[in-house]
């Protein structure tokens, strides 16, 4: 894939073999984290291929899928058919889009990687965007601590989410094994927020 590439076109052209770049089995901390929800409307930031989106389609979520590669999200309306669930689909840059105001159940950022200043904008929003009770899943991987990364630590991720409430947070490194892509030893932080 030829490094000029960048944004949704980067993305494109990953997404374009037939094998699903993540695989097709949900991310498991995702899949841990789902069922303590109340079922409801969920969003997905970032979805790409809609491993994630299906299954909380399958787990009785009215899902959204948000990403702006619309060969990811082609690819999430195929696997979605597959398993029989009916998903919506917003092809838009995260840069353009907001979240609307006590419109969620439950809003998902797995392996999402948009600009730090497009991430702090949405994640400030988080809490508006929550019903009462609603939820937030996030796991992303880390690179550096300070929240001037795109890949922060826990404790700054913890900060731009505010006012939630943890239920459960962590970061560790931790093996993954997700498609071609998320393989071998990784350094991620994992989030189950309420907001109460
Ligand atoms: C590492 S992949 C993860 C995909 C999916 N969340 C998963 O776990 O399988 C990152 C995804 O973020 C999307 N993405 C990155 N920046 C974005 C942006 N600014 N707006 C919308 N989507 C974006 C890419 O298209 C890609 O689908």
């Known amino acids: 894939m030829s490094k000029e590439l960048k944004g949704a076109a980067y993305w494109d052209a990953r997404f374009q073999p037939s094998v699903y770049a993540y695989g ?8 841990w984290a789902a069922p303590q929800v109340k079922l409801g409307k969920a969003v997905s930031l970032c979805e790409g291929e809609g491993r994630n989106a299906v299954h909380l389609a399958k787990l009785g979520f009215e899902v959204t899928a948000v990403d702006f590669s619309s060969v990811g999200l082609a690819k999430a309306k195929a696997l979605a058919e597959r398993h029989q ?30 600009d730090v200043a497009v991430r702090q904008r949405l994640y400030a929003q988080l809490s508006a965007s929550l019903r009462c009770g609603g939820a937030f899943i996030l796991e992303s991987k880390v690179s550096a601590e300070q929240a001037a990364s795109r890949y922060p630590g826990l404790a700054a991720l913890q900060q731009e989410i505010k006012p ?19 393989v071998g030893l990784h350094t991620t932080a994992q989030i189950l927020a309420f907001k109460t």
């Open 85 to 114: 669930v009916t998903l919506n689909y917003i092809v838009a840059d995260l840069k353009d889009f907001q979240l609307e105001e006590n419109a969620w159940d439950l809003i998902v950022s797995v392996f999402s990687q948009p």
């Open 164 to 182: 939630l409430q943890a239920r459960f947070s962590c970061q560790d490194t931790r093996e993954l094994c997700e498609g071609s892509y998320h």
């Open 24 to 31: 097709e089995a949900p991310n498991d901390f995702l899949a």
